[in-house]
């Protein structure tokens, strides 16, 4: 029942910088973990999580360049992604690790 919304997502030049938002339709940040997935045509990866506590985790490849966190008075989920590089280019989404439904993603091309 809980759903999410992401946005944020754009064509981008190799290098460049995005940030990724994303709303859920009910506060979950101080009950479960939150991930960002990223959409490639065989997969959906998780590239980043933050547990309650605020602890997080990366995908090796996106480590050092992606930037997971959370404002609690908004109830907004960041996704900061600088040093873009194309392999970088998916639909990205956002969801509880544990429950919830899949909303639309929000796609980043990084292209020439």
């Known amino acids: 029942q809980v759903r999410f919304v992401e946005s944020g997502g754009d064509l981008v030049q190799p290098g460049g910088s995005l940030t990724l938002s994303c709303a859920p339709s009910?506060?979950?940040?101080?009950?479960?973990?939150m991930g960002w997935y990223r959409q490639v045509p065989e997969k959906r990866e998780l590239i980043a999580r933050m547990?309650?506590?605020?602890?997080?985790y990366y995908l090796e490849s996106v480590k050092g360049r992606f930037t997971i966190s959370r404002d609690n008075s908004k109830n907004i989920l960041y996704l900061q992604l600088n040093s873009l590089k194309l392999e970088d280019t998916a639909d990205y989404y956002c969801?509880?690790?544990?429950?919830?439904?899949w909303g639309q993603g929000t796609q980043v091309t990084v292209s020439v």
């Open positions: 547990t309650v506590d605020g602890s997080t």
């Open positions: 009910e506060n979950l940040f101080s009950t479960y973990a």
């Open positions: 969801k509880s690790i544990r429950m919830g439904y």
